[in-house]
């Protein structure tokens, strides 16, 4: 018997087979490219990654590996907010608009004059921002009106996947709270924010929790996908808590430490700060897929910066790596100095995440020599955003929320090296799980919950998830870094001025 489980994301899907134990008996992952129609604009081709999609779950779930392992039951994970129109029919009416995505910008002034945001954040757990579905679905209303008045239902793409596959119209709690529209005490649609954004509460799809039986696979869908028909389809949720839920983070006094292209530390608390201190410090409150339990982000481009690294200074060796298939990564940070780095660097590369969420500055790198090495300059990267991290974790405390260990996930979590550095930095302990791909796993661990399996998703995370090693933070080189924490913390004010003037040079 296997648990299938989804996790759709921005540039790729992936899709896992799992035992009721958690070992994976199969993956597949397919990669895909948003679309720019003009500058401003990110949106995805629903058609073609649907088409995606299903290629990925014929590889990892079709017969034989059903035939083997019969599919008890299948969920999905999926990014947050951006949407997808369809018909009662399950036709595709169009793209879907991606958070970072410009349509819609032109709303937020009139709406923030009329709805105070410490209102809008005791309702939703947010504040009012580009990057929700609220806006993307006025914009649709106004310039896609045929789209609009023809799609029976806006879904996520965890619903919308699973609607494709058979289910009934339904989101869970966790991504119904990305769209700026959801009621996070009553669990429900806000009839208020939906006056309030002149928005059709018929266009929503339902609201069910995480892990609930949702509908099951058509014979239709199965056929074409060579899969036993009739396998339950168990509600999922947004991608960073299932994340959580395949590391095991379930509990208050634990984060997830994802380290993706994102740096993503996600928190786990059981009753809601208060909204003035969380809105001080930009960061959101949100359903985690399990019962009870609530989760905020703190977030970077982290691994956007050591991406730019490997491609800046060693692009000769990564073809090299490629075409021998080597880890390239994993020979940049043997290069890495022992001690803290020599160089101080400020992350602001791109748009920053909270809690000041910068967008008129850039990268500095402070103090290079003749004698700074790449490696060196990795270490810096690695240590300037974890300490852009640690700014805002070291404020959490005081809304009750404290975290005594940390579970790494993601690609950046292979690399003993920048786990390590980041347990010193922080002065916590890091785990790290057996298996990496946590959204998946978490999706599984749903879809069993979901069809009895295991009778909660505690019960499913204690059979599924098992830890690989645990790392501890260095007390000598925790106080070395804590000194040079406060060197990085001086760097942005005194650069902040002539990096807003060199940024409007460029323009």
């Given at each position: 018997?296997?648990?299938?489980?989804?996790?759709?994301?921005?540039?790729?899907?992936?899709?896992?087979?799992?035992?009721?134990?958690?070992?994976?008996?199969?993956?597949?992952?397919?990669?895909?490219?948003?679309?720019?129609?003009?500058?401003?604009?990110?949106?995805?081709?629903?058609?073609?990654?649907?088409?995606?999609?299903?290629?990925?779950?014929?590889?990892?779930?079709?017969?034989?590996?059903?035939?083997?392992?019969?599919?008890?039951?299948?969920?999905?994970?999926?990014?947050?907010?951006?949407?997808?129109?369809?018909?009662?029919e399950r036709e595709i009416l169009g793209p879907s608009l991606l958070n970072f995505d410009g349509r819609g910008d032109e709303y937020l002034a009139s709406l923030r004059s009329t709805m105070p945001k410490e209102h809008l954040y005791g309702i939703n757990g947010n504040t009012l921002g580009s990057p929700y579905s609220l806006t993307k679905l006025k914009w649709i209303k106004q310039h896609w009106p045929e789209v609009y008045e023809r799609a029976n239902k806006f879904l996520h793409w965890s619903g919308f996947?699973?609607?494709?596959?058979?289910?009934?119209?339904?989101?869970?709690?966790?991504?119904?709270?990305?769209?700026?529209?959801?009621?996070?005490?009553?669990?429900?649609?806000?009839?208020?924010?939906?006056?309030?954004?002149?928005?059709?509460?018929?266009?929503?799809?339902?609201?069910?929790?995480?892990?609930?039986?949702?509908?099951?696979?058509?014979?239709?869908?199965?056929?074409?996908?060579?899969?036993?028909?009739?396998?339950?389809?168990?509600?999922?949720?947004?991608?960073?808590?299932?994340?959580?839920?395949?590391?095991?983070?379930?509990?208050?006094?634990?984060?997830?430490?994802?380290?993706?292209?994102?740096?993503?530390?996600?928190?786990?608390?059981?009753?809601?700060?208060?909204?003035?201190?969380?809105?001080?410090?930009?960061?959101?409150?949100?359903?985690?897929?399990?019962?009870?339990?609530?989760?905020?982000?703190?977030?970077?481009?982290?691994?956007?910066?050591?991406?730019?690294?490997?491609?800046?200074?060693?692009?000769?060796?990564?073809?090299?790596?490629?075409?021998?298939?080597?880890?390239?990564?994993?020979?940049?940070?043997?290069?890495?100095?022992?001690?803290?780095?020599?160089?101080?660097?400020?992350?602001?590369?791109?748009?920053?995440?909270?809690?000041?969420?910068?967008?008129?500055?850039?990268?500095?790198?402070?103090?290079?020599?003749?004698?700074?090495?790449?490696?060196?300059?990795?270490?810096?990267?690695?240590?300037?955003?974890?300490?852009?991290?640690?700014?805002?974790?070291?404020?959490?405390?005081?809304?009750?929320?404290?975290?005594?260990?940390?579970?790494?996930?993601?690609?950046?979590?292979?690399?003993?090296?920048?786990?390590?550095?980041?347990?010193?930095?922080?002065?916590?302990?890091?785990?790290?799980?057996?298996?990496?791909?946590?959204?998946?796993?978490?999706?599984?661990?749903?879809?069993?919950?979901?069809?009895?399996?295991?009778?909660?998703?505690?019960?499913?995370?204690?059979?599924?998830?098992?830890?690989?090693?645990?790392?501890?933070?260095?007390?000598?080189?925790?106080?070395?870094?804590?000194?040079?924490?406060?060197?990085?913390?001086?760097?942005?004010?005194?650069?902040?001025?002539?990096?807003?003037?060199?940024?409007?040079?460029?323009?």
């Open positions: 018997m296997s648990l299938l489980g989804i996790d759709v994301g921005t540039s790729g899907c992936k899709c896992g087979l799992f035992s009721e134990s958690g070992s994976m008996l199969n993956l597949a992952y397919e990669e895909y490219d948003y679309q720019r129609p003009q500058p401003g604009l990110a949106e995805l081709d629903t058609q073609q990654v649907w088409q995606q999609i299903k290629r990925t779950i014929c590889k990892a779930a079709g017969v034989p590996a059903a035939d083997k392992n019969p599919i008890k039951a299948v969920c999905v994970s999926s990014l947050g907010e951006a949407i997808v129109p369809v018909t009662a996947v699973s609607f494709m596959l058979g289910a009934d119209a339904f989101v869970d709690y966790s991504l119904a709270n990305r769209t700026l529209l959801f009621d996070l005490t009553r669990e429900a649609w806000s009839d208020e924010l939906l006056k309030w954004a002149d928005l059709d509460r018929e266009k929503l799809p339902s609201t069910v929790p995480s892990g609930k039986i949702i509908g099951s696979v058509t014979r239709s869908i199965a056929a074409e996908l060579d899969i036993p028909a009739g396998i339950p389809i168990v509600s999922g949720g947004h991608d960073q808590c299932c994340n959580s839920v395949g590391c095991g983070v379930i509990e208050a006094g634990r984060a997830m430490y994802g380290m993706g292209t994102y740096i993503c530390v996600v928190p786990v608390f059981v009753s809601r700060p208060e909204p003035a201190a969380m809105i001080e410090r930009g960061l959101n409150t949100e359903h985690h897929v399990v019962p009870g339990r609530y989760v905020s982000f703190i977030y970077n481009q982290g691994g956007s910066l050591v991406k730019w690294f490997r491609d800046t200074f060693a692009q000769a060796e990564r073809q090299k790596a490629i075409e021998s298939e080597r880890d390239i990564y994993g020979e940049l940070f043997a290069e890495i100095p022992e001690d803290p780095a020599k160089v101080v660097i400020l992350p602001h590369f791109t748009i920053t995440g909270p809690p000041h969420f910068i967008q008129d500055s850039s990268g500095v790198i402070a103090g290079l020599k003749l004698e700074t090495s790449r490696g060196e300059i990795l270490k810096g990267i690695v240590e300037a955003t974890t300490f852009y991290i640690r700014e805002c974790l070291e404020r959490l405390p005081e809304m009750g929320i404290e975290i005594q260990e940390y579970c790494a996930v993601g690609g950046g979590s292979k690399s003993d090296a920048w786990v390590q550095i980041c347990a010193d930095i922080l002065g916590r302990s890091f785990v790290r799980p057996q298996v990496n791909e946590a959204g998946i796993l978490g999706a599984a661990i749903l879809a069993a919950t979901g069809c009895g399996i295991y009778n909660s998703i505690a019960a499913g995370v204690e059979a599924m998830v098992s830890l690989k090693r645990s790392f501890e933070p260095d007390p000598a080189k925790h106080r070395l870094y804590n000194q040079r924490f406060e060197k990085y913390r001086g760097l942005a004010p005194l650069m902040a001025e002539y990096l807003r003037d060199l940024g409007v040079d460029r323009l």
